[in-house]
């Protein structure tokens, strides 16, 4: 089963359930995935599908950021619930220790010595990392190693 027919059938359970927060986000989720189908006419992959997924998270992570900062403590709390139930929908995160063990590879398997290659790094480590791991952070790793 790919990762759209568990958000049908999570969503099918939401209705169920009367659980109003998670159908709304588990819908959401499924809009954004079907917009992309639409607009490229194909149907996504599962590791396509992580990608819009893990980019509603980094929306919603952005939005607690300015919600905070307008001292808005509802909306940044609505907003971390809806990062609680899309989380559910994406592999398990890295540790610390797993993402720098894997940063750590990496520099190594594309021979990077410099700020220069962090490009390169980052590419590299895109794929390993989709979806278990926040890019932004992980750029600043390798900005601290790469010095």
Not at 21 to 48: N, S, Y
Request: proline share 1%; hydrophobic share 45%.
């Amino acid at each position: 089963m790919n990762l759209t027919d568990q958000l049908k059938d999570h969503m099918k359970d939401a209705m169920r359930a009367k659980d109003k927060v998670r159908l709304v986000t588990i819908r959401m989720a499924l809009a954004a995935i079907k917009q992309i189908e639409v607009d490229t006419r194909e149907t996504l992959t599962d590791e396509q599908t992580i990608a819009v997924l893990t980019k509603m998270v980094k929306q919603r992570r952005d939005s607690i950021a300015q919600y905070e900062a307008a001292n808005r403590p509802e909306l940044a709390a609505a907003e971390a619930e809806e990062i609680r139930v899309i989380e559910d929908f994406l592999p398990r995160q890295l540790t610390e220790d797993e993402i720098a063990t894997i940063i750590d590879a990496t520099i190594i398997e594309v021979s990077a010595a410099s700020m220069a290659d962090m490009g390169k790094v980052m590419g590299a480590l895109k794929t390993k990392v989709q979806g278990r791991a926040d890019m932004s952070a992980i750029g600043a790793i390798i900005r601290a190693k790469l010095k």
